[in-house]
């Protein structure tokens, strides 16, 4: 299996997901400027353009960040980092991968696009101010549903925590300061400080 990704994006979730699965995997960087990649012409790998998109053991291309996470998990039949099919816990979960997917993940875009967007100066710091206000109701949302449980299911990490702390963690780069939230800065020391969401970082050069 292989994941494409691009340091520090979304494609860190699946990333971390691979590496909590302790599975055998190959990483390819994508230049998201030139869409480029070692093996060429990153379009021809993924239409679509963005990251990530994991090269299946059949040699199909699969995207959707949410959805390569649960078929990570699903090729090793495992009932932590996603529970059992059919459970109400699982639905639960997907309920949090939707809810980051839809209204965390994309309410960050236009904070790191704005400057590409707009040329006035005004114009990107409006657009910028309503979706920080967006995403520090989401924070909030957040905080109250965590309250003071390790992780967003409970005491176990799930596939939900990988894609939050991956999101969350772009907080330092767009002038949004989790320090607001207690909770959520413990929960991000907590998630940082597994071994796999460690060793995904290091193998895309975030950390040392
Ligand atoms: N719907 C896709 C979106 C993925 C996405 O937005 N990826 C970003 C990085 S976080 C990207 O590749 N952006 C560059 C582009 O789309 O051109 C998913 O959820 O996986």
């Not at 920080?132 to 005491?155: P, V």
Request: charged share 25%.
């Amino acid at each position: 299996m292989k994941l494409f990704f691009s340091t520090g994006t979304c494609a860190l979730a699946p990333h971390i997901v691979m590496a909590e699965l302790n599975m055998v995997y190959e990483l390819e960087a994508v230049n998201l400027k030139d869409k480029t990649c070692a093996s060429g012409d990153f379009y021809k790998i993924n239409m679509k353009g963005s990251v990530p998109a994991l090269k299946m053991e059949n040699g199909e291309i699969l995207t959707e960040g949410a959805i390569i996470s649960q078929y990570l998990v699903d090729q090793k039949n495992e009932g932590t980092l996603l529970p059992k099919f059919g459970t109400n816990d699982r639905f639960r979960a997907l309920e949090w991968m939707n809810f980051i997917s839809t209204d965390i993940h994309k309410n960050f875009s236009p904070l790191f696009s704005a400057e590409r967007s707009y040329a006035s100066l005004e114009t990107q710091n409006e657009v910028k101010n309503v979706y920080k206000k967006i995403l520090t109701d989401k924070f909030n949302f957040i905080a109250e549903k965590l309250g003071q449980n390790d992780y967003l299911m409970g005491n176990q990490f799930t596939i939900a925590d990988a894609y939050m702390f991956t999101c969350l963690a772009w907080t330092k780069y767009v002038g949004l300061d989790l320090n607001n939230w207690s909770n959520l800065t413990s929960y991000m020391k907590r998630v940082s400080e597994r071994p796999a969401v460690m060793r995904a970082m290091k193998e895309q050069g975030m950390i040392k």
